[in-house]
């Protein structure tokens, strides 16, 4: 399989080389990093229900929407992502599309592994440690392929994260960084030193080999780059932006798979916020409620390295 | 996996992408089989064609969003869409809980009626189904 091998490249192009690839016919495995942040929508996510626009200006933050599902993100160089692009007639690929995820999130989960972290699968498709997401992947059919996306976290800005929503007030953004923090993690939290971008990358690469067969390294060709172009302009241009997408009635933000941070309206006529996980809903009087449920997993420290930790493997 | 767990009705036309076809005097009803429901997921949402668009056969011209994958939605038969379901908007589950009732997706006026002699019987439908589920169980064994 073709293997780009791409580190650090321009934020548009960590979205747009996989989208070509993938309207060209050509199957590939991508692996890569945005030099600097921007925030990206799923292909049903509606611009102005989901995104602060304002916020993301304010900051400098482009926006760009994928054709791929799953929510708005942000991303930026503390991620590194690894993207899958086969084609709709590879009989590798299963009927039913989310069977793919177990193989190509392993090796995500061994990488996590090395580095002492006790990473696993949650079905369909998320990757936790210790209960914790540390981890986002989509999945759909662009062109005449499929192409999988997913990503390892070596940190994560949440206060930006839950700054860029939009949400139905103060309370409820407290409470969504909240929930996040209690229900992600990163490498930051567990290890007391990141280990290079490129140790990552490697072992990444090796994992697809083992799982998918011999990566043949390549650099993005004149016909790649120039399909690359083409979508860039279609992907962040302003119709495409503002296509409208799922609305609700009340704000819904998923956090993890089962996990949502939801507005909910009481027979009084006054709004609240509900935190609903594995099918229970609690409403939360504020986000105090969140630290006094002897269910939730422990609250990593912001920013700051697990004492604790395991250091990582040479 | 079995056959007999796919309702397949005797009054319905079928195509290869899982679609069902429900003909009424020059216009179609189209759904997504019980089978094809299956396949694609728990629905989230549903990007259908607006009523006036024009159609073809075979070319996407909506999305499907379920779980963690997206796809098209490529119309068996092609003409101009006339009524689209509404009720999917609020609750897209209605396309896995009543896959061939309240989960229709669009009403579509035909352009070319012998689009409807290249779709399925029920019995041409369910070998194709029989063909997957043999498919599935052999990527089970791979995967």
Redesign the interface.
């Known amino acids: 399989m073709d293997f780009y091998d791409l580190a650090g490249i321009d934020w548009w192009s960590t979205q747009c080389y996989y989208h070509a690839l993938a309207y060209l016919g050509r199957e590939g495995l991508i692996i890569c990093y945005p030099t600097s942040p921007y925030v990206c929508l799923?292909?049903?996510d509606d611009l102005e229900q989901e995104i602060d626009r304002s916020y993301c200006e304010v900051r400098g933050l482009p926006l760009l929407r994928r054709?791929?599902?799953?929510g708005v993100v942000y991303l930026d160089s503390n991620q590194i992502f690894f993207q899958l692009v086969l084609r709709r007639d590879n009989p590798?690929l299963?009927?039913?599309?989310?069977?793919?995820?177990?193989?190509f999130l392993k090796p995500a989960i061994k990488v996590y592994r090395l580095y002492g972290l006790p990473a696993e699968l949650r079905e369909?498709?998320d990757i936790v440690v210790g209960g914790s997401k540390c981890s986002g992947?989509?999945?759909?059919?662009v062109g005449e392929c499929v192409a999988y996306t997913g990503n390892i976290l070596l940190d994560f800005d949440f206060d930006l994260m839950s700054g860029l929503l939009r949400v139905p007030g103060p309370d409820f953004r407290a409470c969504l960084k909240t929930v996040m923090r209690q229900h992600m993690t990163t490498l930051a939290d567990w290890l007391p030193e990141l280990p290079p971008r490129s140790r990552l990358s490697a072992a990444l690469a090796a994992g697809f080999a083992e799982e998918f067969g011999p990566l043949t390294q390549r650099l993005p060709d004149e016909e790649l780059r120039a399909e690359a172009g083409r979508l860039q302009a279609r992907l962040t241009g302003q119709s495409w932006l503002h296509l409208l997408?799922?609305r609700r009635l009340q704000r819904k933000i998923k956090i993890a798979e089962g996990v949502y941070l939801m507005e909910r309206s009481h027979t009084s006529g006054e709004s609240g916020i509900a935190l609903l996980r594995g099918g229970r809903m609690a409403s939360l009087s504020d986000c105090l409620d969140l630290l006094a449920d002897g269910d939730l997993p422990p609250i990593h420290n912001t920013g700051s390295r697990r004492p604790d930790a395991l250091p990582a493997e040479a | 996996m079995q056959l007999d767990k796919w309702l397949v009705p005797e009054d319905l036309h079928y195509d290869r992408k899982d679609y069902w076809v429900q003909p009424a005097a020059g216009e179609v009803v189209i759904g997504l089989t019980a089978y094809g429901q299956s396949v694609a997921g728990d629905v989230l949402y549903l990007e259908l064609p607006p009523v006036g668009t024009l159609v073809r056969r075979g070319e996407v011209s909506g999305s499907i969003e379920s779980g963690k994958w997206v796809g098209g939605l490529a119309p068996p038969v092609s003409g101009m869409v006339v009524e689209v379901n509404s009720d999917l908007e609020a609750d897209p589950a209605g396309v896995n809980q009543d896959p061939y009732g309240a989960g229709w997706l669009i009403k579509v006026k035909l352009t070319d009626l012998s689009e409807l002699d290249d779709l399925l019987s029920p019995g041409a439908y369910r070998e194709w189904i029989e063909e997957q589920i043999r498919r599935e169980r052999e990527e089970a064994a791979v995967l």
């Open positions: 799923g292909l049903h054709e791929t599902g799953g590798a299963p009927l039913r599309r989310q069977r793919l995820y177990e193989k369909p498709a992947s989509a999945s759909g059919d997408g799922r």
